[in-house]
């Protein structure tokens, strides 16, 4: 069982930046992609950055240029960076692997308003 605990969260402006942090109870050293995904409200979860073992990264299209991913394996951690934030960067963000964990955390609320 895999315990994912998310922070960085906040209210920010519209054109601001937040540095997200995903701390995991076990070593990622060996799960081939770690991901951030974010759920707005009425909305599904979707997936929006992921991190491969080896460097690689890809990111989801309204994101792509902004948001920046990263993974530390030596301290189970995963970041996601965000810049030039806007309104629809708003939900609830949680970190996870490809294909998903059964296990989530309680993910760290997103806000962007003036």
């Known amino acids: 069982q895999v315990q994912l605990v998310e922070s960085g969260g906040g209210l920010v402006q519209p054109g601001g930046s937040l540095r997200l942090s995903c701390a995991a109870s076990?070593?990622?050293?060996?799960?081939?992609?770690m991901g951030w995904y974010r759920q707005a409200p009425g909305k599904q979860r979707e997936l929006v950055a992921v991190?491969?073992?080896?460097?690689?990264?890809n990111y989801g299209d309204s994101v792509k240029g902004r948001f920046t991913i990263s993974r530390d394996n030596v301290k189970n951690m995963v970041y996601l960076q965000m810049n030039s934030l806007k309104s629809e960067d708003t939900a609830v963000y949680y970190c996870?692997?490809?294909?998903?964990?059964?296990?989530w955390g309680q993910g760290t609320q997103v806000t962007v308003s003036s």
């Open positions: 996870n692997k490809i294909p998903a964990w059964r296990d």
């Open positions: 076990l070593n990622i050293f060996s799960i081939n992609s």
């Open positions: 991190a491969g073992s080896g460097g690689s990264t």
